[in-house]
Antibody, heavy 124, light 106 residues
């Protein structure tokens, strides 16, 4: 199980940038290089995929976020970061990082190891 | 965008079999994955690639996928199986989740 995400920012003001990091140093690479996802869940609602970073560094994002999300990983592969700009109240949610198990031929993608999640509230 | 439809709720008597469906156009041509989420906890992968179980998941959980419907089956339901269940696929360079199904064990 991933260590708990660093709080980064539990409370964010509207229009500001949400920043979260996830310590992934303890996750095995025995199945190959790891890729990482961010997912969120607004209070009382379902899961929403934010995006993922493939082990090559290529990123994919949910189009509904209109380019506001940026996912990155440090080169020692110890931390995965999420930045979400211009936040509104609608971005209040529990944010999860998760390992994305990805295979390209044939293609499939699922999330097999999840962090515990961190709650972010957008409010002035 | 690709839509996945799940029933909002499913009820099952203790010890009986529960089936949770996930509907989508030609979903049988996609790989479907299922997650269990208990209140206040992170999701847990219970089925991947339609019918495969992670090693730490009970064999009471099984999956199938054909046509326009994927199904998660939970046999001999236990109180501990009460949770929300989400199906997931990959489509057009995005992850798509179903809306989730709340399983109640009576």
């Amino acid at each position: 199980q991933l260590p708990l995400q660093e709080p980064g920012s539990g409370l964010v003001q509207p229009s500001q940038t949400l920043s979260l990091t996830c310590d992934v140093s303890g996750v095995s690479t025995s199945r190959g290089p790891n890729s990482w996802s961010w997912i969120r869940q607004p209070p009382g609602k379902g899961l929403e995929w934010i995006g993922y970073i493939y082990h090559t560094g290529r990123t994919y994002y949910n189009p509904s976020l209109n380019g506001r999300a940026t996912i990155s990983v440090d080169r020692p592969m110890t931390q995965v970061s999420l930045k979400l700009s211009s936040v509104t109240v609608a971005d209040s949610a529990v944010y999860y990082c998760a390992r994305a198990f990805v295979r390209v031929n044939p293609f499939y993608y699922y999330m097999d190891i999840w962090g515990k999640g961190t709650t972010v509230t957008v409010s002035s | 965008s690709y839509d996945l439809t799940q029933p909002l709720s499913v009820s099952v008597a203790l010890g009986q079999t529960a089936k949770i469906t996930c509907g989508g156009f030609n979903i049988g041509s996609k790989n479907v994955h299922w997650y269990q989420q208990k209140p206040g906890q992170a999701p847990v992968l219970v089925i991947y690639r339609d019918y495969n179980r992670p090693s730490d998941i009970s064999d009471r959980f099984s999956g199938s996928n054909s046509g326009n419907t994927a199904t998660l089956t939970i046999s001999s339901a236990l109180d501990g199986d009460e949770a929300d269940y989400y199906c997931q696929v990959w489509d057009s360079n995005s992850v798509v989740f179903g809306g989730g199904t709340k399983l109640t064990v009576l």
